[in-house]
């Protein structure tokens, strides 16, 4: 693996580089991405494509990557750019990509925007909360979240984090009525640190989960988009999403194995099916439904 750093007038965004460029089976280079996940987290995901060029990289202001604009807040227009100077800077043409989470929002966004970019997209479930039914709601249990995180601090917005993201079926009464979720029934701390920077928790990356990703500019791009869920993921927020998202764009969503983190193996707590997941995946780029 070799790293490098591209300087922009925004950022020094760090990526990472496995295997050789120009590529040299013929295929493209496979680019992973994730929001507020950095690299670290697909090296399980990675290491099951021996076969393959895969690139990772830290979005701007997490990980190695030092912002240089004086802004805090992550959105995706920005990171879009961002990855569209990395795709630029490896001079290999277009990539595949398998965008998680926060990171399928941005890679939408560089589809609308950049569409040359990227031959095939695979968004795994992109949190857009607006998109859902009862996205009103969703709005209403993320400022409950913030809030949560403000008074309480980390351990507080975390658990409330998992309360919100594991409640399965629309935000209802029943969702707010419950008692506030106790950060030592998760095994989380209960002291607080007093950082209020987390980008999963603040409203750093509200115009993320707010985003509306533009149907028409995605249809006339050239990528072949799939839209993918995981099989445990059905009734929660981010299958919902998911689903969403897919019923915007005009499709249905592709199942994968295991929950919102199911390429993870046990470095990060709560383990997928890392082996299943790059199986599915590598067919999946290869053109499979």
């Known amino acids: ?70 802004r805090v807040e992550h959105t995706p227009q920005i990171q879009a750019d ?37 031959t095939t997209l695979v968004a795994h479930e992109p949190p857009l909360i607006t998109l859902t039914p009862d996205g009103p709601a969703a709005l209403r249990a993320r400022d409950d979240l913030r809030e949560a995180y403000e008074k309480r601090g980390w351990g507080a917005g975390m658990a409330t984090f998992v309360a919100m993201t594991s409640w399965e079926g629309e935000f209802t009464d029943a969702y707010f009525a419950q008692p506030p979720a106790d950060p030592a029934a998760f095994g989380m701390p ?65 199942v994968f194995p295991s929950h919102h983190g199911g390429f993870l193996d046990g470095e990060f707590g709560y383990p997928g099916k890392p082996d299943e997941f790059a199986h599915r995946l590598r067919h999946v780029l290869d053109g499979a439904s």
Do not use: C
């Not at 507020?36 to 701007?60: H, Q, S, W």
């Not at 965008?99 to 925007?113: E, Q, R």
């Not at 998202?245 to 499709?251: C, D, N, R, S």
């Open 1 to 70: 693996m070799e790293t490098h750093t591209l300087t922009t007038a925004g950022a020094d965004l760090v990526y990472d580089v496995r295997g050789p460029l120009p590529t040299t089976d013929g295929r493209p280079p496979l680019f992973m991405i994730g929001q507020p996940m950095d690299a670290t987290g697909f090296a399980a995901l990675a290491a099951r494509f021996p076969e393959r060029t895969v690139i990772t990289y830290d979005p701007r202001g997490l990980g190695r990557s030092k912002r240089k604009d004086g």
């Open 190 to 254: 209960t002291e607080d640190d007093g950082s209020r920077d987390d980008p999963l928790l603040s409203d750093r990356s509200w115009a993320i989960s707010s985003y509306r990703p533009d149907p028409e500019a995605i249809a006339a791009a050239p990528t072949r988009v799939v839209i993918a869920v995981g099989e445990e993921s059905a009734n929660v927020q981010t299958g919902r999403t998911s689903e969403a998202t897919a019923e915007l764009l005009g499709q249905r969503v592709t």
């Open 82 to 118: 961002d990855v569209h100077a990395v795709i630029g800077a490896l001079g290999a043409g277009p990539v595949e990509m398998f965008a998680s989470s926060g990171g399928a929002v941005t890679a939408l966004a560089l589809v609308a925007a950049y569409p040359a970019d990227v």
